[in-house]
């Protein structure tokens, strides 16, 4: 989730980002991005940006399966993803960043909260220092106000004060 104000910033740096990342084999030196498990997680991955772009998504870089073959598959920058999407329902386990734009903060708690895969790392202890805000202290019990599943906090990365815990 982008803050609308940063969102078209921050979307063409990390497209630049993942855009420039080396697909190969993990042994080989300078790789940042290794083969997906299998063919069926490349089917997955297609079938979730498939339907983003339905939606109304766009892919800003990659989306389409790497120039090595197999199940190699290019790092993927979305943007304009809608919490109505599958990507936002399933996890994709595919080198895909979903980006999601939000005005207000009230916006970005209700997004989080309603949806299941806009969530922090599974253990509370991961949650330290993953959240970032202007305020500690008025974000945090937003987030974890809904538990879905035990163990599961709900969450965001908002990219602006690192100091928060």
Known sequence: ????????AFTKRLAETAG????????????????LIDMKGVEKVEAHITDTLKKGA??????KRAAQGGSF?????????????VITKEETFGPIA????????AKAVKMANDAPTLTLPRSRRAV????????????????????PLPGLVP????????QCP
Do not use: W
Not at 20 to 35: C, L, N, R, T, Y
Not at 98 to 105: G, H, Q, T
Not at 137 to 145: G, I
């Open 1 to 8: 989730m982008v803050q609308d104000g940063v969102y078209d």
């Open 20 to 35: 420039a990342m080396k697909g190969a084999d993990g042994f080989e030196p300078g790789a940042v991005i290794g083969p």
């Open 58 to 63: 766009k892919v800003v870089t990659g989306g």
């Open 73 to 85: 598959f290019e790092p993927t920058v979305l943007a304009d993803v809608t919490t109505d999407m």
């Open 98 to 105: 979903p980006l999601y734009r939000f005005k207000s903060e």
């Open 128 to 147: 330290r220092g993953k959240l970032r805000s202007h305020s500690c202290e008025r974000f945090a019990p937003n987030f974890t106000s809904k538990n």
């Open 155 to 162: 969450g965001i990365h908002v990219l602006t004060q690192p």
